[in-house]
């Protein structure tokens, strides 16, 4: 079946650690997002690929990096310049004509 | 500025008891709204796309309607399963940014 996966579910992070969170699609999609989701506020949207090698910051960037190396892959690295990175992580791709997303089930990331 | 609100934030309903769910929504020039269904600690689940005033559709107990402001998500004898965060999203069109605006969502709770 295709879809949107997200790796892991659960990740912790240390002060000062760079982690990385994992997106992977197969369902032949040419844009990819990543947003992030914390109580009572809606999704804000992180970065976003519309292809292959580009990709634009969104609304809350800073502290965050991506890159789009494969059609398939969009993964996110949450940098030690996110002061506040606790939250749920959703990933979302949609096709050419950009109507509608899929998301995928999201990553919860804590700093410890 | 795309802007939408969803309301109310919260609704408890008994099983079997009809309501509505509020999306109003300012947007130059709409290409399409939105509407998702997000359990607790997963990703929001595609339930419809609308795209034109007046347009209408259905998906078991849920059903969807359309206007120039708003858009509503009627739920009829809803079910404890229905209970979920509904989440509502625009996106513009006219060669604005194709990025949906979401909203904050509405949480269903329906108790047995």
């Known amino acids: 079946d295709g879809g949107i996966t997200q790796s892991p579910k659960y990740l912790f992070r240390k002060e000062g650690q760079n982690v990385t969170l994992s997106c992977e699609q197969n369902?032949?999609?040419?844009?990819m997002y990543w947003y992030r989701q914390d109580p009572g506020q809606g999704l804000r949207l992180i970065y976003y690929?519309?292809?292959?090698?580009?990709?634009q910051k969104g609304d809350i960037a800073e502290g965050y990096s991506v890159s789009r190396e494969k059609k398939e892959s969009f993964p996110l690295t949450v940098t030690s310049a996110q002061k506040n990175p606790t939250a749920f992580y959703l990933c979302?791709?949609?096709?050419?004509?950009?109507?509608?997303?899929?998301f995928g089930s999201g990553t919860r990331l804590t700093v410890v | 500025e795309d802007q939408v609100t969803q309301s109310p934030e919260a609704l408890r309903l008994q099983e079997g008891e009809s309501s509505s769910l509020n999306c109003s929504y300012t947007?130059?020039?709409?290409?399409?709204l939105f509407w998702y269904r997000q359990d607790p600690g997963k990703g929001p689940e595609f339930l419809f796309t609308?795209?034109?005033a007046g347009e209408e559709k259905e998906k078991e107990r849920l059903k969807a309607t359309l206007t120039k402001k708003e858009s509503f998500l009627h739920i009829t004898a809803p079910k404890p399963e229905d209970s979920a965060t509904y989440l509502c999203?625009?996106?513009?069109?006219?060669?604005?940014?194709?990025?949906?605006?979401f909203g904050r969502g509405t949480s269903l709770i329906v108790h047995p």
């Open positions: 979302a791709s949609s096709p050419r004509d950009r109507v509608g997303y899929t």
């Open positions: 369902l032949n999609h040419d844009a």
């Open positions: 690929s519309q292809i292959v090698n580009d990709f």
């Open positions: 947007v130059s020039g709409l290409r399409g």
């Open positions: 609308l795209y034109s």
């Open positions: 999203a625009v996106q513009a069109g006219g060669g604005g940014s194709y990025i949906p605006t």
